[in-house]
């Protein structure tokens, strides 16, 4: 569907939401991409074949494919929300960030460790940072759902996982005796920093995270700064989107994801260039 239709339970900007339907349509070319690179052989000259020759690089590659399989997800799914049936289901107002924040975080990890600025060890660090913290997640998850020692399998991944980061180098020992990674993942607001662009100079691309995470939480303060309150004579309030800053976001949450499957692809299927400090 190429356009929202005039027929709705409430009304809308016509003009500024149809902009907006074609701003997340990037998702199609964005899917495809990602979808076509996957029947492609991996190039010999790859940053994904150095990495191998380098060590694990099957940590980074997956979660970042795991990452990738997310963005795209929740991508498609706000587009066909926005582009559905407003008849007979009603413009969503907040959702829209919630989608945004799962592109948006997805996208830049993905970013993070596939970082062709760094070199192979680097990036073999940064894929057993990202595996240890899924799985510390899933060992939390299991003791939650209180799963039988003989289904709960988190200990033994991590165990495993920490004897091929030992082998290659990636453990550290403290004076305590403690052992940990020599490469921590970053956290949401530093991923932010560091792989979005800013867009108005002083600003810090964390405050896209601040208002998402605020969105995504039901926090009074993110609710009142993006979207506004309709007085209805008979219905009551309705809030209203902040179309401006529904336009900002989808702007730069598919040109996040856009260039983190630019980026999947490149590592896979294409040489590295002369100058990648992975060679």
């Given at each position: 569907m190429d356009t929202?239709?005039?027929?709705?339970?409430r009304p809308i900007d016509l003009p500024q939401a149809n902009r907006l339907l074609r701003t997340l349509g990037a998702v199609h070319k964005i899917e495809e991409r990602l979808r076509s690179s996957s029947i492609r052989k991996i190039h010999p000259e790859s940053a994904l074949v150095r990495d191998q020759a380098a060590g694990n690089a099957a940590s980074g590659f997956?979660?970042?494919?795991?990452a990738l399989a997310a963005a795209v997800d929740h991508l498609r799914t706000w587009y066909y929300r926005l582009g559905g049936d407003l008849e007979r289901f009603s413009m969503p107002i907040m959702s829209h960030?919630?989608?945004?924040?799962?592109?948006?975080?997805?996208?830049?990890?993905?970013?993070w460790l596939l970082d062709p600025a760094v070199d192979s060890r680097t990036r073999i660090g940064r894929g057993y940072a990202v595996e240890l913290q899924s799985l510390v997640d899933l060992r939390k998850f299991q003791a939650a759902a209180n799963m039988p020692s003989n289904q709960a399998n988190a200990?033994?991944?991590i165990e495993r996982l920490l004897a091929g980061a030992e082998r290659e180098g990636f453990l550290r020992t403290a004076v305590s005796g403690n052992k940990s990674l020599t490469i921590s993942p970053p956290t949401m607001v530093e991923l932010f920093n560091a792989y979005d662009a800013p867009d108005i100079p002083g600003r810090r691309p964390e405050w896209r995270y601040r208002i998402l995470s605020g969105m995504a939480h039901g926090r009074r303060w993110a609710i009142a700064s993006n979207a506004e309150v309709e007085t209805a004579t008979d219905d009551g309030h309705f809030l209203i989107p902040n179309w401006e800053y529904l336009q900002v976001f989808a702007d730069f949450t598919t040109q996040a994801a856009s260039r983190a499957v630019n980026a999947f692809v490149e590592y896979r299927c294409e040489p590295t260039s002369a100058t990648n400090p992975s060679q």
């Open positions: 929202v239709g005039p027929d709705t339970i997956n979660c970042a494919a795991s960030y919630t989608l945004a924040r799962a592109v948006y975080e997805s996208s830049l990890q993905a970013l200990e033994m991944l």
